[in-house]
């Protein structure tokens, strides 16, 4: 892996997913968490959202009565490609649940694989392909 440091990058966040993957990008990233901040962990919000992960893809519902806009649940989410520093990081990573809270410290990245980028976004306000951030993690504080 040939990867290019972006930006240092500290998240507090509750793990509202997390799916492990065997494709192309496993060989360095095996994990994709849907990290939430903010208001969606409030439990009058956070029971209006339902979050699923596919193809590398993270989605959400939302159900009549949301107490904040659609807007809000795409700038306090987001679905973060791990990349682990070490092994240590790793098995951080592989015991870390849904619903629990975390802070994972590390570097946003772009990664060079032979066949091509993969770049990560440095935006919260975007939506789509190329919105996930690729998270170089050099450490994990479990919360709860």
Not at 80 to 93: A, F, G, P, S
Request: a neutral charge; proline letters at 3%.
């Amino acid at each position: 892996m040939n990867a290019t440091l972006l930006a240092e990058y500290t998240i507090e966040a509750v793990v509202k997913g997390k799916k492990k993957y065997s494709d192309y990008p496993s060989q360095i990233s095996s994990y994709d968490f849907i990290l939430a901040w903010g208001d969606l962990n409030r439990k009058d919000v956070g029971k209006y959202i339902r979050y699923s992960q596919s193809g590398r893809w993270y989605y959400f519902r939302y159900f009549q009565g949301l107490p904040v806009s659609v807007d809000y649940i795409g700038n306090h989410s987001a679905n973060v490609h791990i990349i682990h520093q070490d092994k240590d990081v790793l098995n951080e990573i592989k015991s870390i649940g849904k619903g629990e809270h975390v802070i994972l410290h590390g570097y946003l990245v772009n990664v060079n694989f032979k066949d091509g980028p993969w770049k990560s976004s440095l935006s919260r306000s975007d939506a789509g392909n190329g919105a996930c951030e690729i998270m170089y993690v050099t450490s994990v504080e479990p919360l709860s």
